[in-house]
Every structure is written in structure tokens, then in C-alpha cells.
């Protein structure tokens, strides 16, 4: 299974960002059964789920830091996701990494998970 995400960058407070992931080689994809999302991790702290969806019905969770800020899409024929980051303040400073499972365990749980590409809001 491989998750590449892209898209990071560094940008100011109040700034916009849009990251990509595009996954592959799970069985989910090919059954279009699968949970898929977004999770990002803070220096000193553990990951946190951003945002995820669930291909069975489109399901789709928000934290509540980021509700109204950020937005997840999906294309479905690509089993790519995009995350759109409006807003953005120094607190989404972090590694931003998607994931992907079997969505029965959980709309954010996963199995599989990409390297990550890095997110930095700052003047």
C-alpha cells in the first residue's frame, strides 16, 4: 500500500494551503470500501486525526480545531483526497500525513500510513 502526500509548504498566519494524498494497492480501493484521512503530529506530541472520510457513505469527520478552516474532498476515480487549509493559524504547525483502513474499525482508524509532507504557519 502506498499514500503519497503532497502539498506542504510554509505560509503565514491566515494563509491557505491545499494538500494531496494519492493512494494505492489496498483492497478497500478496489472494493470502494475503505476509510481514508487525514492526521497530523507536533513535534513532542502525539497524532492527531484531522480529518477522514468513509467510502461507503461519505461519512466525514472534522476536529473541532480545525472545523470551518479546513475542508477534505475526495476523487474516487483517482483514490485521491485533498485537504484545502484556509485560515490557517501557527498551531496547524505539524507533519500532515493521510491514512487509510478498513472503515468497520472506525471513520479515522487506519492500517496503512504515508511518510508525511510538513505544514508550517508562521510569520
Known amino acids: 500500500v502506498q499514500l503519497q502526500a503532497s502539498g506542504g509548504g510554509l505560509v503565514q498566519p491566515g494563509g491557505s494551503l491545499r494538500l494531496s494524498c494519492t493512494a494505492s494497492g489496498f483492497t478497500g480501493f478496489a472494493e470502494d470500501r475503505y476509510a481514508i484521512g487525514w492526521f497530523r503530529q507536533a513535534p513532542g506530541k502525539e497524532p492527531e486525526a484531522v480529518s477522514c472520510?468513509?467510502?461507503?457513505?461519505?461519512?466525514?469527520y472534522y476536529s473541532d480545531s480545525v472545523k470551518g478552516r479546513f475542508t477534505l474532498s475526495r476523487n474516487s476515480d483517482q483514490n485521491t483526497v485533498y485537504l484545502q487549509m484556509n485560515k490557517l493559524k501557527p498551531e496547524d504547525t505539524a507533519v500532515y500525513f493521510c491514512?487509510?483502513?478498513?472503515?468497520?474499525?472506525?471513520?479515522?482508524?487506519?492500517?496503512?500510513r504515508g511518510q508525511g509532507t510538513q505544514v508550517t504557519v508562521s510569520s
Open positions: 472520510i468513509s467510502s461507503a457513505d461519505s461519512s466525514t
Open positions: 491514512a487509510t483502513g478498513n472503515p468497520d474499525y472506525g471513520l479515522c482508524s487506519y492500517d496503512f
